[in-house]
């Protein structure tokens, strides 16, 4: 037989060791060792309960509850009744949670499936008015819960036997269960049909023909494992928010939630109240730019293409990335897209004013965040060594393309390089572009870094292609001292 330190509910244990001054169960010898997480689940109750504070001391509730040889919750319970002024009916609840349930009897057609625990204490007061006419709930169950509701009597500081009730307070018997049972607070589902979440996240419902499938809120005492997903709820009470907010201040927390919505591709924000994972309201509310500069951040890291990159951008980044791997020896900063978006609160964070959607996200013009990353020397390196234009010998300035792969491509019309020898070069003399000689049309006809080579083995060629095609551009036999040009031959 496994000891029963393994097996059971040790929030009394804890309480008392509480009492005792004992926080840590290893601090003391044991015989079996108390499994933790029974250990942490007796904790969490117990600060539910108000019996521990925040740091795990006892409180002086604690102490009250601890003086009661019950469970932590009945002892909570009684307590509470007690505060209410309802002592009697108190006893009768915890008599009625802890012993059989009246409802429950032997054989299929005698069962009834209402969980709400006021019909129980109604039947319980009729049993005890018609003098043992037990209707439809189970004689010897009624009667164990009358001996279990005396001796609990016996227990409370003020026993009040008193003459039956003729009604029954459902309000009381709903805040005296809140106050033994904090963590099993349920919430309807939008769907309803009997269905709610509780408070830790499962599903569980309730009897169809239960009229506590329209309440908004339940305390499920008594749930089985359920098929599936959900459990059945045996015993519950109504409760509504302002009882909720009323008996359960203490563990109702107040969240500023900002974060983005992939469906609408925008930031919401809203104030939210919950009870563990059961929202009691949300207002929404328009973050501000230090709320909404990391959840931008994050989306621009894990959402590939969100960002838009103009060609100016793009022509930026490919002339840094060449200054890289030109001039290894010098501090450059890494703007590849794998940095830039593995860490984008390093470049664009200040850029992220009053951006609150994708929309505007892909509207942002990022340029100057990305020169940003340069220092002023580095800028006018840059522009030194990488420039956007160079002229050629026609006199015009040609664009340079950084975006074409590892070399700067230079495209220019054939005609406008007569004339020259060597390929232009850039970076200080140590990268040569990359010529794209280009046909009347801006086709290119040749690709080459050698210019020299193709003045003397390729224009021919060319020439020989292209001349009766273009007969009003210039196509001179020797383009060595021939004019260059971007116009065509003047008219006769």
Avoid at 404 to 414: D, H, N, R
């Amino acid at each position: 037989t496994q000891p029963e330190i393994l097996v059971s509910d040790l929030a009394q244990l804890v309480l008392e060791l509480s009492v005792w001054g004992v926080k840590d169960p290893g601090e003391l010898s044991w015989l079996d060792v108390p499994p933790k997480a029974a250990w942490d689940f007796g904790r969490r109750l117990l600060k539910d309960l108000g019996a521990l504070d925040s740091s795990g001391s006892v409180t002086s509730r604690g102490r009250a509850m601890a003086r009661l040889p019950l469970h932590p919750r009945l002892s909570r319970l009684l307590i509470r009744a007690e505060e209410l002024g309802s002592v009697r009916l108190g006893a009768d609840l915890a008599a009625l949670v802890t012993e059989r349930d009246i409802f429950r009897q032997s054989g299929p057609d005698r069962m009834i499936d209402e969980p709400d625990a006021s019909e129980r204490v109604e039947a319980l007061e009729r049993w005890r008015r018609d003098k043992g006419a037990s209707g439809n709930a189970d004689p010897s169950a009624l009667r164990a819960v009358e001996r279990t509701s005396r001796q609990l009597l016996r227990m409370t500081a003020k026993p009040a036997a008193g003459p039956s009730r003729e009604t029954v307070d459902h309000d009381v018997i709903s805040r005296l269960l809140l106050a033994a049972f904090p963590d099993r607070i349920c919430k309807r589902r939008e769907e309803g049909g009997g269905h709610f979440v509780h408070g830790q996240g499962r599903g569980v419902r309730i009897s169809l023909d239960s009229h506590l499938g329209g309440s908004p809120y339940i305390i499920a005492v008594a749930v089985d494992a359920g098929e599936k997903a959900e459990g059945f709820v045996h015993m519950a009470a109504h409760v509504t928010e302002e009882m909720l907010r009323a008996e359960c201040a203490r563990r109702i927390e107040t969240v500023r939630r900002v974060e983005w919505d992939r469906k609408e591709g925008r930031i919401v924000a809203a104030v939210e109240e919950r009870i563990e994972t059961l929202l009691l309201s949300r207002k929404s509310f328009v973050p501000t730019d230090d709320e909404a500069a990391p959840i931008l951040c994050e989306t621009v890291r894990t959402t590939p293409g969100l960002i838009a990159f103009t060609a100016e951008a793009r022509q930026f980044q490919a002339r840094v990335g060449l200054m890289q791997r030109t001039f290894p020896e010098e501090p450059w900063p890494e703007l590849s897209d794998e940095s830039l978006f593995s860490h984008p609160e390093a470049w664009i964070l200040p850029w992220l004013v009053n951006i609150r959607s994708a929309q505007g996200l892909k509207g942002l013009y990022i340029l100057p965040a990305l020169k940003e990353q340069l220092t002023w020397e580095q800028k006018w390196l840059l522009d030194e060594r990488a420039p956007l234009a160079i002229i050629v010998p026609s006199g015009s300035r040609a664009a340079l393309d950084y975006t074409s792969g590892g070399q700067p491509v230079l495209a220019v019309k054939l005609q406008e390089m007569f004339g020259l020898a060597d390929t232009p070069l850039i970076a200080g003399g140590r990268v040569k572009v990359l010529l794209h000689l280009l046909s009347p049309a801006r086709r290119p006809v040749q690709v080459t870094q050698d210019l020299k080579g193709f003045w003397n083995t390729g224009y021919p060629l060319v020439k020989k292609e292209l001349k009766g095609r273009y007969p009003k551009h210039p196509w001179p036999d020797d383009p060595w001292n021939a004019a260059p040009t971007k116009r065509t031959k003047p008219r006769v």
